[in-house]
C-alpha cells in the first residue's frame, strides 16, 4: 500500500497541472488554517460574521479607511479590499470565506460518498429487489436538475430539528436490554438478541411513544443555520451520483475472477466488498469526488447569491456576490466604478474551482488504472 | 462407496437467462475416491466448470442449483454441502474444498500483493495455529527481554483469543481500525508461512515473490501462487479448472508435474477439468466424460483410451489430430442447452442411434468394473 501511494506521488510530480492544482489547493488550506491572523475577528463570539463599518449603502474602494473607532480599536485601519453594500468588509469576508468554502466542499462530499459507497455496494452487489428500490430512487432525484432542487430542500428543510432523548432511550434500551441478558443465557445472543430488539422496538416501544406521547426526558432542538440546510440539502442532491457510479464499478468487478476465488477461500459478503471490490472501484469515485468540492462550493454560491444560502453577513464568496447584485452596471460614464464588489469574490471562487478541477485531472490521470503502470 | 471422499448425485443446475432457461446440468453423477485424481473432460460447454463451482457451492447467478446431493467426507462423516449455511460452507472452502482457476491473473486480485492473498486463506482458515506460533514467539521476545509494551498487551489480546474466539470485546477490537494492529505479528506468521508455501511451489526466490503485485509475475508464476493459495490449508478436495489452458505449452508441463507432485505431498484428491485427452492419460487415473450437462462415461484412464464404450467418448478420441491421418470432427453442434434434445442428449449426433435414444434417456449403469456408461447400446433396455 506504501509503495503504491510512493507511485502515485512520483507520477504526480511528473504532471506539471497537478502541481498548479495542489499549489491552489494547499494556498486556500493556508488561507483558511490562518484566517484569525490573517484577519483578526472583530467580534470573537462569532468570527464568520463580517464586520461592517457603518452601515452606507455605497461601496468604497480598495484602501478606504475605516471609519467606526471600535473596529479601529481592535487593530483594524483599512479596507484592503474595499467594502461591499452596507460596509461589509471585503477582505475579511474573503478570508473567513475560504473556511466556509472547505466546509461545505468538503463535508458535502464525505457525506454524499460515504453514501455513495454503502448504498452503491449493497446495490451491485446483492442486486435484486434492494438494487430495483435503491436506483428506481436515484432515478427520481437526478430527474430534477440539481440546482432547483437543491433550492427547494433548502427552503423545504425546517430550521428545528428536536432531538428526543427520551424516545432515543426507549430505542436503545429495547437493544441493549435482550444483549445484556445475552451476556447470561447464551441462547440470546447475536442475531437473536437483534430481532429480540426490533420486536420489543415495534410492539412496544413505538406504540409507547405515538399513545402516551413522547417522554418529557431533555428533548433539544438542534437549530440549523441556513448554511447547514445547505449542506444537508447538497449532500441529498449529491449521492445519487455517487451511488450509481459505485453500483456500475461493483457491478463490473464482480464479474471478475479474483471475486470468485475469493469466495472459494471462503470470505463472507462484506470481506469480499471490503477488501476485494471496493480497492479496486474506488479510483473512479476519487476522481469524481476531487472534481465535485469545486462545483459543489460553486453549487453553494449560487444558492447565495439567489439569497437562499448562508445567513446575512456570513463570510461566504457567493453571498459577497449577491451583495454587489446592484452595483455591477453603474451607467456608461463610469460603468464598472464598482469592480471591486463581484470581482474579487469572483476570483477567489474562480481559483478554488480550478484548483480542484485540476488536481482531479490529475487524479484521473494518475489513477486511471488502464493508464497506471504501462 | 466407503471410500469416496466427495460424491455428487443427480446434480441438477440451471440458469435462467433472458432467452430461457438453460439445463446446463442434467444429473450429474460422479464420485471421487481418496487420493485419486478424476479427469472431467467434454467439450466447451458441456458443464465441466459449472460441476466445479458446485462443488463450492459458489455458482454465479443467474445459475442456480435445482436439485441432487453433494457429499463431502469431513473427518469420517458425510456432509450434504447443498444443505448447509453458509457459515459452514465458508469453513469448508479453502480448507476443504479448493479450486484453482483457468486464467491466474484474473484470478489474483491486481491490488493485492501475492503474499498478501496467501495470508488471506492462512488467517481465516488457520488463525488457531496462527496465533499458537504468534504467542511463542512472544514469549521467546519476552524472555530475551526485548518486548516492549505493546507485544505484551498483543499477547493479552492473543491469550483471550484461544480461550474465546467469538468474544464481544474481540469482536469489536477486530472492527477498529488502529486497534486492529494486533494482528500484526499474526500477520507476521502467516507470511513465513506464505514464503514457505512458495518454495514449496519450486518458485525461484520466494522472499522477493511474496512482495511482489500480480501484474510484476509471470503468466507461470502467477499459476504457482493460485495453486500455493489453493493449497495453503492442504485441502481433502483440490479442482483444477484448466489450469493450464491459458499457459505457454513449456510452462503447462511444469504446472502439471507441480500438481501432481502436490497432491502427493499434501494428499489430497484432485479433480482435474480439461477439455485436452492428453492431458488427462498424463495425469488422471479415472476419466468421466461429460455431453451436454451429465457424464455419459466414466472408467479407469485405460479403459477409456483402450476400450470407450459411449459413441461420444469414440469420436472424441478419433478426433484427436495425429500426425499422417486426415483430420477428423464430430458431425454437427453441441445442442443447445435452452432446448436440449429429448432422450439422450446426444443422439441427434451418433452413428448408432435407435428409436428409443430419441425417446427416453438411459440410466448410467455399471456394465463392467469401474466402468459407467449412460448409453442404450451397452444396456439391457435398449434391446
Not at chain 1, 228 to 234: E, N
Not at chain 1, 237 to 248: F, K
Not at chain 2, 315 to 323: D, G, K, N, Q, Y
Request: proline residues 6%; charged residues 20%; positive net charge.
Amino acid at each position: 500500500m506504501l509503495d503504491e501511494f510512493k507511485f502515485t506521488l512520483k507520477r504526480m510530480r511528473k504532471s506539471p497541472l497537478s502541481i498548479v492544482g495542489i499549489v491552489i489547493v494547499s494556498f486556500f488550506v493556508v488561507i483558511a488554517i490562518l484566517a484569525p491572523v490573517l484577519a483578526p475577528p472583530v467580534d470573537p463570539r462569532d468570527p464568520y460574521a463580517i464586520f461592517h463599518d457603518g452601515y452606507g449603502p455605497t461601496p468604497r474602494p480598495p484602501g478606504s479607511p475605516i471609519l467606526d473607532s471600535f473596529i479601529l480599536s481592535t487593530g483594524w485601519k483599512v479596507h484592503y479590499f474595499g467594502t461591499a453594500e452596507g460596509q461589509l468588509d471585503i477582505y475579511y469576508g474573503c478570508i473567513w470565506g475560504a473556511r466556509t468554502a472547505f466546509r461545505i466542499g468538503v463535508l458535502v462530499v464525505a457525506i454524499s460518498l460515504v453514501a455513495g459507497l454503502v448504498l452503491g455496494s449493497i446495490s451491485g452487489y446483492f442486486g435484486g429487489v434492494i438494487d430495483e428500490i435503491l436506483m428506481r430512487f436515484t432515478d427520481i432525484i437526478l430527474a430534477f436538475p440539481g440546482l432547483i432542487l437543491a433550492m427547494a430542500l433548502v427552503i423545504a428543510l425546517p430550521r428545528l430539528w428536536p432531538i428526543e432523548f427520551g424516545v432515543i432511550g426507549i430505542v436503545a434500551a429495547s437493544f441493549i436490554v435482550p444483549m445484556v441478558i445475552g451476556f447470561f443465557y447464551p441462547k440470546l445472543r447475536g442475531k437473536r438478541a437483534v430481532i429480540l430488539g426490533f420486536a420489543i422496538v415495534v410492539a412496544f416501544a413505538i406504540p409507547y411513544v405515538y399513545v402516551l406521547g413522547s417522554p418529557p426526558i431533555y428533548t433539544i432542538a438542534l437549530d440549523l443555520n441556513s448554511l447547514d440546510k445547505v449542506l444537508i440539502a447538497l449532500a441529498l442532491v449529491g449521492w445519487p451520483g455517487y451511488t450509481r457510479v459505485i453500483r456500475g464499478e461493483i457491478l463490473r468487478i464482480k464479474q471478475e475472477d479474483y471475486v470468485e476465488a475469493a469466495r472459494a477461500i471462503g470470505a463472507s459478503d462484506i470481506r469480499i466488498i471490503v477488501r476485494h471490490i471496493l480497492p479496486n472501484a474506488i479510483y473512479p469515485v476519487v476522481i469524481m469526488a476531487s472534481l465535485d468540492i469545486g462545483s459543489t462550493v460553486l453549487l453553494a454560491a449560487a444558492l447565495s447569491f439567489l439569497g437562499i444560502g448562508s445567513p446575512l453577513g456570513y463570510s461566504d464568496w457567493g453571498q459577497m456576490i449577491s451583495y454587489a447584485r446592484n452595483w455591477v452596471w453603474t451607467g456608461f460614464e463610469n460603468p464598472w466604478q464598482f469592480w471591486y464588489t463581484f470581482i474579487i469574490p469572483g476570483v477567489f471562487i474562480f481559483i478554488f474551482v480550478l484548483g480542484w478541477n485540476l488536481l482531479g485531472d490529475a487524479f484521473r490521470d494518475i489513477l486511471d488504472p488502464t493508464l497506471r503502470r504501462k | 462407496m466407503a471410500d469416496d471422499i466427495l460424491s455428487i448425485d443427480d446434480l441438477r443446475l440451471n440458469f435462467y437467462t433472458y432467452e430461457g432457461v438453460v439445463e446446463a446440468l442434467d444429473g450429474v453423477k460422479l464420485s471421487l475416491r481418496k487420493g485419486e485424481t478424476l479427469g472431467i473432460v467434454g467439450e466447451t460447454g458441456c458443464g465441466k466448470s459449472v460441476t466445479g463451482l458446485s462443488v463450492l457451492v459458489i455458482v454465479p447467478p443467474p445459475g442456480k442449483i435445482e436439485g441432487g446431493k453433494i457429499f463431502l467426507k469431513v473427518k469420517g462423516k458425510d456432509i450434504d454441502l447443498l444443505g448447509q449455511r453458509q457459515a459452514i460452507l465458508r469453513r469448508i472452502r479453502g480448507e476443504y474444498i479448493s479450486l484453482i482457476f483457468q486464467d491466474p491473473r484474473s484470478a489474483l486480485n491486481p491490488v493485492y500483493t501475492a503474499g498478501d492473498q496467501i495470508i488471506e486463506v492462512l488467517v481465516h482458515h488457520r488463525r488457531k495455529e496462527l496465533i499458537r506460533r504468534a504467542l511463542e514467539r512472544i514469549d521467546k521476545e519476552i524472555a530475551s527481554g526485548k518486548a516492549g509494551f505493546l507485544t505484551k498487551y498483543y499477547k493479552k489480546i492473543y491469550q483471550k483469543w484461544l480461550e474465546s474466539p467469538r468474544a464481544l470485546s474481540l469482536q469489536i477490537l477486530s472492527k477498529i481500525p488502529i486497534a486492529r494492529r494486533y494482528n500484526r505479528i499474526l500477520k507476521d506468521e502467516a507470511k513465513k508461512e506464505a514464503t514457505k508455501m512458495l518454495r514449496i511451489m519450486r518458485i525461484p526466490d520466494p522472499e522477493r515473490v511474496v512482495d511482489m503485485y500480480p501484474h510484476e509475475l509471470s503468466g507461470g508464476m502467477a499459476q504457482r501462487v493460485v495453486i500455493a493459495i489453493a493449497l495453503a490449508c492442504s485441502p481433502e478436495v483440490l479442482i483444477a479448472d484448466e489450469p493450464t489452458t491459458n499457459l505457454d505449452v513449456t510452462v503447462q508441463l511444469q504446472i502439471l508435474n507441480l500438481i501432481r507432485e502436490l497432491k502427493e505431498e499434501f494428499s489430497s484428491s484432485v479433480i482435474y477439468v480439461t477439455h485436452d485427452m492428453g492431458v488427462v492419460a498424463e495425469m488422471c487415473d479415472r476419466v468421466a466424460v461429460m455431453y451436454a450437462g451429465s457424464v455419459v462415461e466414466s472408467a479407469g484412464v485405460l479403459d477409456i483410451f483402450k476400450r470407450p464404450l459411449h459413441p461420444y467418448t469414440r469420436a472424441l478420441l478419433e478426433s484427436i489430430p495425429r500426425p499422417g491421418t486426415p483430420f477428423k470432427s464430430i458431425e454437427g453442434t453441441v445442442p443447445s442447452l435452452i432446448n436440449p434434445p429429448s432422450g439422450c442428449r446426444f443422439h441427434n449426433r451418433c452413428r448408432f442411434a435407435m428409436d428409443i435414444c430419441a425417446k427416453t434417456k438411459p440410466e448410467i449403469a455399471e456394465v463392467e468394473k469401474d466402468h459407467f456408461v449412460q448409453c442404450y447400446l451397452h444396456h439391457s433396455l435398449g434391446e
